[in-house]
């Protein structure tokens, strides 16, 4: 267990909806990081907040957002789906930033877009 | 543009054997980190080891260890004698020391025969 928690495990929605991954970091860890894992794209890396502010920004479509609140959780948001946005998705947690932290990878959440 | 290339797909090795999983990678960078990752049927993504560009020394944990050749730009990981709780996808990654942004690699998928 990496203490890394995500919510929910899977989710199955339908084109043209909106869902909302609810990732929760580490004790003590200020970075938030998403990543989505695709059978065509592989791992590849969303999003970075760091104390609640963006930080670094990867391949990440505009239909997709996200935000890490006061509490260091941080949500992903969504919408407009499209059938290749099923993927899992994870979240990963570090104690810093720029530095070469461990990411600690949580469970991820599986997303079917039917 | 970083790049990280992992040229077997599939591998299988036999248990107790040692297997050589390969990985390349492209930078201009001199700074930077390198990690293999594990990611067993359960989809946990899972720290294997990490190795500090700036280190000539290879990385070891337990029966995990790897072969940095920095000039070549090569990352491999040995496993020793190799146990069914092995069989995994191993990502190998790569982190620029001044953001966290990981590049992985498309994956080796390892069996592990009885």
């Known amino acids: 267990d990496s203490g890394v928690t995500q919510t929910p495990k899977h989710l199955i929605t339908a084109t043209g909806q909106r869902v909302t991954l609810r990732c929760s970091p580490r004790?003590?860890?200020?970075?938030v990081y998403w990543y989505q894992q695709s059978l065509d794209q592989g791992l590849q890396f969303l999003i970075q907040?760091?104390?609640?502010?963006?930080?670094a920004k990867g391949n990440i479509l505009e239909r997709f957002s996200a935000q890490q609140f006061p509490d260091l959780h941080s949500e992903l948001n969504l919408s407009s789906l499209e059938l290749g946005d099923s993927a899992l998705y994870f979240c990963a947690s570090s104690v810093g930033a720029g530095v070469g932290n461990e990411q600690f990878f949580g469970p991820g959440t599986r997303l079917t877009v039917l | 543009a970083q790049t990280v290339t992992q040229s077997q797909p599939e591998m299988s090795v036999q248990e107790a054997e040692t297997v050589t999983l390969s990985c390349t990678y492209d930078?201009?960078?001199?700074?930077?980190?390198l990690f293999w990752y594990k990611q067993p049927p359960s989809r946990q993504m899972i720290l294997v080891i990490r190795?500090?560009?700036?280190?000539?020394q290879n990385a070891t944990e337990n029966r995990f260890s790897v072969n940095f050749q920095k000039a070549a730009k090569s990352f491999s990981l040995k496993i020793s004698d190799s146990q069914l709780g092995d069989a995994a996808m191993y990502f190998c990654?790569?982190?620029?020391?001044?953001?966290?942004?990981?590049?992985f690699g498309k994956g080796t998928r390892l069996h592990i025969l009885p």
């Open positions: 990654a790569y982190l620029r020391n001044r953001d966290d942004k990981i590049i």
């Open positions: 907040y760091y104390n609640g502010e963006e930080r």
């Open positions: 930078t201009s960078e001199s700074d930077y980190y």
């Open positions: 004790s003590g860890d200020l970075s």
């Open positions: 190795q500090e560009a700036y280190k000539q």
